[in-house]
């Protein structure tokens, strides 16, 4: 089946919508940076770098820079209905080669979620602990991983 015009009618809801989704991917990406720089227990660990085209995440202990890239996906809810969301990807750079620690996605709906197919929920995106929650997600990830553990 074509999907082209699913994809047309996305540029249209982009358009409409005002990039809602990725306004709401600054606003967490702001929320972790005023978590980050505002509670003493990471505040002299973790250092953020808001830059537009590139945010990022130094965590100094570890000598690690977590960064953050975000774009649009479309995705099937069901057979004929496509939708939209936004991805928020996190990973670090290990000779050269990028390694994924971290996605969650942005639904239409105004959620954070870690699936866009399953109804589980980080949190709204106007919860007011969205940055700590989404933090908490990266640095438990780097620890499964063995990224920032033996």
């Keep these: ?41 990471v505040k002299h660990c973790v250092e953020s770098n808001l830059d537009k085209s590139a945010a990022s995440f130094y ?5 690690l820079t977590i960064f953050y ?14 939708t939209y969301c936004y991805e928020m990807s996190f990973f670090h750079k290990k000779n050269d080669d990028e390694v994924m620690d971290f996605t969650a996605y942005i639904t239409a709906d ?3 979620v870690l699936d866009p197919h399953k109804a589980d929920t980080i949190c709204q995106v106007y919860n007011e602990n969205r940055g700590s929650r989404v933090f908490a997600r990266i640095l ?3 620890y499964e991983s063995k990224v920032i553990a033996i």
Excluded at 69 to 82: A, H, N, V
């Design 110 to 112: 105004e959620c954070l």
């Design 69 to 82: 890239r975000g774009s649009y996906k479309l995705y099937e809810l069901d057979l004929d209905i496509t």
């Design 140 to 142: 438990n990830k780097l």
């Design 1 to 41: 089946m074509n999907k082209s015009g699913g994809v047309i009618r996305f540029f249209s809801h982009i358009t409409h919508d005002n990039n809602a989704l990725k306004k709401h991917s600054q606003s967490l990406i702001q929320s972790m940076h005023d978590y980050l720089s505002l509670h003493d227990e």
């Design 59 to 63: 965590i100094k202990p570890f000598d």
